[in-house]
């Protein structure tokens, strides 16, 4: 069942489009660290995002942690590399926030570099871009996808048989990051690493109460990087800010990134 569930979230995320946001970010040469376990980012062009909470396209066994083949699952999803010039976190769900996905960015140090509604994270060069949201939140629905929010619509959630680990036999689990389980160490410090280093960071749509990943802007504020938010409300991140630019990230991105 839980196999089941995880495979119709993944195949109703095929079903949605890159919005404006996700394509702003990814026309900065930025580092991506999301919250987000669908494969927006990557679909949009952005490099190697890094996911502090997993993937949907990322299965791996559950009982030796070796990463499944992405033919189980992702045959259709892409997959970039990580750009070194920037980073990006992204947190939150639309249901925090209202905003389609969150996001964050830290830049070199350029007033332009900022976040916009709709996408994860943008960044500047140089920069660190925190985004969040969803799986399949702030995408934009494809044609096809009139009733994706039915199970019928994408091959239903109903139980399917995992597939078994090629190392130890084990079944294959969601490479998701659930509640009570640790985040990937790698993911995580290379996060901490980036925002530290951030001469700007902008978060996008995190709702900013979703730990650690709601310390990573506080991490550039204290090595004294600034940090702009793009959010359509107040979260408990404004006082570290230095800008707050409120509006959703699809309407705000495209606008401030060019």
């Given amino acids: 069942m839980v196999w089941g569930w995880y495979e119709w979230r993944r195949e109703l995320v095929e079903r949605v489009h890159p919005n404006a946001g996700h394509e702003a970010v990814a026309r900065r040469e930025c580092t991506v660290i999301t919250q987000n376990v669908d494969d927006l980012h990557e679909r949009a062009g952005s490099k190697d995002p890094i ?52 996001s964050a960015a830290a830049a070199g140090g350029a007033a332009g570099a900022g976040g ?8 500047g060069a140089g920069g660190t871009a925190v985004a969040g949201g969803a799986a399949g939140a702030g995408g934009v629905a494809a044609s096809a996808v009139g009733r994706a929010g039915s199970p019928s619509a994408a091959g239903g959630e109903g139980s399917r048989t995992p597939p078994v680990c090629g190392y130890c036999g084990a079944a294959v689990r969601p490479g998701v990051v659930w509640f009570g389980e640790a ?16 001469d700007v960071l902008i978060t996008v749509g995190t709702s900013g109460v979703v730990y650690p990943a709601a310390e990573i802007p506080q991490v550039t504020a204290k090595m004294g990087g ?11 991140l404004d006082p570290f800010c230095v800008v707050n630019l409120r509006g959703p990230a699809a309407e705000v991105l495209p606008r401030i990134i060019s």
């Fill in 51 to 102: 996911h502090l909470h997993g993937s949907l396209f990322a299965p791996r066994c559950s009982a030796c942690g070796e990463a499944a083949p992405r033919s189980l699952n992702a045959e259709k999803s892409g997959v970039g590399g990580v750009g070194k010039g920037a980073v990006g976190i992204a947190g939150g769900t639309k249901a925090e926030n209202g905003s389609p996905m969150g």
């Fill in 116 to 123: 916009a509604a709709g996408a994860g994270s943008a960044a």
């Fill in 183 to 198: 985040l990937p160490v790698a993911a995580l410090e290379e996060a901490v690493t980036a925002a530290a280093n951030a």
């Fill in 226 to 236: 600034a940090v702009i938010q793009v959010n359509p409300q107040p979260t408990p």
